[in-house]
């Protein structure tokens, strides 16, 4: 059904718009120095721990080990974060990711075994910062964005798109800076900078106290407030991004072991900063146009065409073809995870939504270190070619649980009668309008 929703266009509302939003450059930019060393830290990791073992596999199970750590402890952290404020959690958890990082690099360096830097690493992963959450909910607080139906400024989509351009723009400097500091410095270069930086960055943000969420702590009797994971669409939400956590992984590994296989491990940086740079493409894109259709069908159709890309990387035998490829994969990421985080907001109550964004990047982070495991042991087997197809797998079983459980993505609201000789209600333009516009759309 079509519903002629239609309401001024003359008042656009953008990225220029949404950054003149009252104390918003006061959290964007010490949250952007504070997120940049993620993009750092499994790529330092895997290039440390393959120089000094010479196995792909033995770096993939450390860096899995970070992934997996961090995956667990990221909604707890959330939880503590929407309970306690951001600051509270935000300060002791950088302190100790810079120690907890500071002792796998000692061990890494000293030759200890694998069982010891993975032990190691679990500390170093449980300790990431959840900044890229704690962003999007003072995006939430400033926003409007306080109910499960999503009521709020119509700025919300262009500020899920907004970060979602700034979280790729993290993963195109920080695997490139990376790579620089431990093939050009020292192989422990990477991950002492991305220590120290997210020792820096973290300490600012939290001092940014005037822009954050307000507390929702828990008063002794009252009703305790529910878990993000209760609601079954974010429940389908972490599957999709377990499967685009299983791209990051698979082309992390699949591009180093491809750049060693042809002599040129420099290239491993541009190859990544490619596929990076179309995902970050594709975020700046996805914030102008002007949608007309739903963000459920959305994410299932960026979701395929995700899928065919991630599906036909193996084939790639140059280094031409493999950039080209990347690029495009590239592309089609942006739009399922924007959608992804955007559906939060008529998902989740205010109460979660911290919690419900880390459940988010902990699935990327969880599928992105299965791929690493994965796609190492394949690469140490059989060459570069195997570990991409640890991205076809990941994306294809995600696609086919978001199309058979497609109905737990629709927001409840108030009313599902919508009468055509009168203005829209609110939930029913927030939860269906397009990212940063007011134009006619179909109803998903």
């Known amino acids: ?119 190691a690493a679990v500390p170093a992963g449980a300790s990431v910062p959840q900044v890229g959450p704690m962003v999007r909910a003072r995006w939430a607080a400033r926003l409007g964005g306080g109910t499960s139906q999503g009521e709020g400024s119509p700025l919300l989509p262009t500020a899920a798109a907004f970060e979602s351009v700034t979280d790729e723009f993290t993963f195109v400097v920080g695997p490139v800076l990376a790579t620089a500091l431990c093939t050009g410095v020292h192989p422990a270069a990477g991950l002492v900078t991305e220590a120290a930086l997210t020792l820096a960055g973290g300490l600012v943000f939290a001092a940014r106290r005037a822009t954050q969420p307000k507390a929702h702590a828990v008063v002794a009797g009252a009703e305790k407030h529910a878990s993000a994971l209760s609601f079954a669409g974010l429940r389908v939400l972490i599957v999709a991004f377990l499967g685009i956590g299983a791209v990051f992984g698979g082309m992390q590994v699949s591009l180093a072991a491809f750049s060693n296989e042809i002599g040129n491990p420099g290239a491993n940086g541009l190859l990544y900063g490619i596929f990076a740079a179309g995902n970050m493409t594709a975020g700046i894109a996805c914030g102008a146009i002007t949608w007309k259709i739903g963000p459920r069908r959305r994410l299932l159709l960026g979701y395929a065409g995700l899928t065919v890309a991630a599906s036909v ?99 409840k609201a108030p009313s599902r009668i919508i009468n055509a000789s009168a203005p829209a209600a609110p939930a029913a333009r927030a939860n269906e309008r397009g990212v940063g516009h007011r134009v006619p759309v179909t109803v998903d």
């Open 1 to 119: 059904m079509t519903s002629a929703v239609t309401t001024d266009t003359s008042a656009r509302p953008g990225y220029g718009q949404l950054l003149r939003t009252p104390g918003a450059l006061g959290f964007v930019l010490p949250g952007f120095a504070a997120r940049l060393p993620f993009g750092m830290l499994t790529i330092s990791i895997l290039l440390l721990v393959q120089h000094t073992t010479g196995s792909y596999g033995s770096a993939g199970i450390v860096a899995a080990v970070t992934g997996i750590s961090m995956a667990l402890s990221a909604p707890v952290m959330g939880k503590l974060t929407d309970r306690h404020g951001q600051s509270a959690v935000l300060v002791p958890v950088v302190l100790t990711h810079a120690v907890a990082v500071s002792a796998l690099v000692a061990f890494a360096l000293l030759g200890a075994p694998v069982w010891a830097l993975g032990l």
């Open 313 to 411: 990387l193996w084939t790639a035998h140059s280094m031409i073809l493999l950039g080209a490829l990347g690029l495009v994969v590239g592309l089609c990421i942006a739009p399922a995870l924007i959608t992804g985080y955007t559906m939060v907001e008529s998902l989740i109550p205010a109460s979660a939504r911290t919690e419900a964004f880390t459940w988010l990047t902990g699935a990327v982070a969880f599928g992105q270190a299965t791929a690493v495991t994965l796609a190492g042991r394949l690469t140490d087997a059989h060459g570069s070619t195997y570990g991409f197809l640890v991205p076809m797998a990941g994306t294809v079983l995600a696609l086919a649980t978001l199309l058979a459980l497609r109905a737990k993505l629709a927001p």
